[in-house]
């Protein structure tokens, strides 16, 4: 595709309800990150996959947030038992591979837990 | 560094005047450098990247300076128009590790 895309746009939850957002990258893509960003703040690192390595996944809050990316494409980020402050944006991102290259970000799903 | 859970600092500039946006990083050996702008409702965008072999880089009405000795970067945007008011984020990177953001940093044009 053009760019990357994300889905929904828009996710509204009960609290304790599991949700998944989904990451679709740029195609050839080989980096792909997941951030959080609360109203007014900045950006949160969630987790990182990079080509076939093992995710670095220091960014994730709890256990219940958990992420994977299926054949090195598609991504998927799951929050289980949703919490009220798990209300934010989340943000994907994907990269080429290499260094001096820049990020790609998709518009975001806004997680309304209720 | 990352930013979490931290309110942004803000600086307002009246429009056709230079506006001039800091950004501290952590890694002082971070190779490459970006500024992000993200205005409301969107994610964030490329503006401009920099190498660390290099103190200056120019765009398109932007400049990014880096300062390797004191770990600083700088955005700098000049004759400022309505549409840039929005957040700019700084972010560093060393080797393929993952890119951490800076703060960011809201700029309003005051019209």
């Known amino acids: 595709g053009a760019g990357v895309s994300q889905s929904p746009s828009n996710k509204v939850t009960e609290k304790g309800k599991d949700v998944e957002l989904r990451c679709d990258p740029i195609?050839?893509?080989?980096?792909l990150y997941w951030y959080r960003q609360s109203l007014g703040q900045g950006l949160e690192f969630l987790i990182y996959?990079?080509?076939?390595?093992?995710?670095?996944k220091s960014g994730l809050p709890s256990d219940r947030f958990s992420a994977e990316r299926t054949g090195g494409s598609v991504s998927t980020l799951t929050i289980q038992r949703t919490q009220q402050e798990d209300s934010a944006v989340y943000l994907c991102?994907?990269?080429?591979?290499?260094?001096?290259?820049?990020?790609?970000f998709g518009p975001g799903t806004r997680l309304t837990v209720l | 560094g990352e930013s979490v859970g931290l309110h942004l600092p803000t600086l307002s500039v009246q429009e056709g005047d230079n506006s001039i946006i800091n950004c501290a990083y952590s890694?002082?050996?971070?190779?490459?450098f970006i500024w992000y702008k993200q205005e409301s409702g969107k994610g964030p965008q490329f503006i401009i990247d920099?190498?660390?072999?290099?103190d200056k880089r120019q765009g398109q009405r932007v400049t990014v300076l880096l300062n390797k000795t004191v770990k600083h970067l700088s955005l700098q945007i000049a004759a400022t128009q309505p549409g840039d008011s929005a957040v700019y984020f700084c972010?560093?990177?060393?080797?393929?590790?993952?890119?951490?953001f800076g703060t960011g940093t809201r700029l309003t044009i005051i019209p």
């Open positions: 195609s050839g893509h080989t980096a």
């Open positions: 920099i190498r660390s072999n290099m």
């Open positions: 890694n002082s050996a971070s190779d490459y």
């Open positions: 991102a994907s990269t080429r591979s290499g260094v001096y290259n820049e990020q790609f």
């Open positions: 972010a560093e990177r060393f080797g393929n590790e993952k890119l951490t």
């Open positions: 996959f990079q080509g076939n390595s093992a995710p670095d």
